[in-house]
């Protein structure tokens, strides 16, 4: 029901005074012919309305969320005090260096901050999103090479396991996609890739750990390999949870990074923003970052302009209160709570695959560890009895836990994947393993139950391609 259809005619939330200054008759241009359309409703009426399609979204906040390479974990809320001190929110981006020190200097301190965090020399913080970041990143790749490369560098190189944005920001960028398959242990065939570098490759694009959830061991010989051939190395860094503070991108070879603040530094994301996608770049590429940069000069800090740069890659500063919630984030971790993170995020990775591996098969075999997140295939489950991936998903809504992400990497068929994030307890995983165990047994007794669900969700199974491109928004 919407809010106007519980209109009371007179009805209000509170009872203004009439002013006790004369009337000011306003030009008759200026006024509208008919009284605006509000609601009229009580206050209490109007909370329970909007609390009341608030607790039907399924969020962190409320339930265990375990969405693969979207990394959703608890955000604590503290950060989020420190991004409403008004004297953050009420500064303008147009105002002089001199009155807003104090917010260049989180700027700058988070960008040091990461830098150590990615092994980077110089980093900018100006994109808007993950992708935004991929973007600008090839941007400097390619004024490098223009700069550099005797011969036209026109492929960026990228395994059949990377996320979508990556050949996607690639050929945004212009450049054309060269794919190259996965080995056996799903992750890059080095002979493959040996066949596909040469003096046209401009860049390779990887993350690690995979979109699989698991360490690609042979970086080393991936980096020689293509930096052999004159091309550069891009990490993406959109999920940094399984490392951060434990290795750095910088050190297993890489020349650029993205990274998002909104996935692993404590902003929460879905539904589509605020975001943040900082980039980070070896010296070579320094000069290329997005302007302006916030320099330290004595005790002083002022935005610099590089002549070299890509120039802007979005308006003024970039998402300044997410720098905040990183900032407070990083500073209240510290050193030995970084790391310590990102090993409670794998090991509760790996409670919940262990644990569910003797009922569902996990694409890297029994016994084998996985990062931060880890992929199950459904595949024979679907031949043996029907019930796909998407059946368990939706089971899982009645659960009262959100789905994983499913269907994704596209080299897995059936897959479901698992990030249940380091904020979650070792009880919450055990309610979560014993609500796929659950599934597991209704799927082989009642195969059609699974197919119907959810059986308590409002929107129960829209045709998701339709619901995703062409929506009929309407309220129930
Ligand atoms: C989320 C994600 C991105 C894209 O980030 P956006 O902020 O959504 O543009 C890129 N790569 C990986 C691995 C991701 O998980």
Known sequence: MLIFEKTKQGRKCTEIKKPNVDKYNLDASFLRENDANLPEIAEIDLVRHYSGYASQAKGVDNVFYPLGSCTMKYNPKVNEEVASLKGFTNIHPLQDESDVQGALEVMYTLSERLKEITGMDDVSL?????????????????????????????????????????????????????????????????????????????????????????????????????????????????????????????????????????????????????????????????????????????????????????GKVGSFYGNFLVYLKAFAYIETLGKEGIPMSAKLAVLNANYLKFNLEDKYKAINSKSKYCMHEFVLSLEDMKKEIGVSAMDVAKCLIDKNIHPPTMYFPLIVSEALMFEPTETESKETLDVAIKAMKDIYEVAHSNPEYCHGAPYKATIKRPDETTAARTPILKHV
């Open 126 to 310: 100006q994109p808007f999103a993950g992708a935004q970041g991929e973007y600008a990143a090839l941007k400097l790749i390619e004024a490098y090479h223009k700069e550099n490369s005797k011969t036209p560098r026109t492929k960026i190189i990228v395994p059949d396991s990377a996320h979508g944005t990556n050949p996607a920001s690639a050929r945004l960028a212009g450049y054309e996609i060269i794919n190259v398959k996965s080995n056996s242990d799903y992750g890059v065939d080095l002979d493959e890739l040996k066949k596909v570098v040469g003096d046209d490759t401009a860049a390779l694009m990887l993350t690690n750990p995979t979109t699989l959830g698991l360490f690609e061991k042979n970086i080393k010989k991936i980096s020689d390999i293509v930096h052999k051939a004159g091309g550069l190395l891009y990490y993406d860094g959109a999920n940094l949870n399984a490392i951060m503070g434990v290795i750095r991108p910088g050190d297993m070879g890489f020349d650029v990074v993205h990274l998002n603040l909104h996935k692993t530094f404590s902003t929460p994301h879905g539904g589509g923003g605020p975001g943040s996608g900082p980039i980070g770049c070896k010296e070579i590429l320094s000069k290329y970052l997005p302007n302006p940069k916030v320099v330290k000069v004595g005790n002083e800090y002022f935005f610099n302009c590089d002549p070299s740069s890509i």
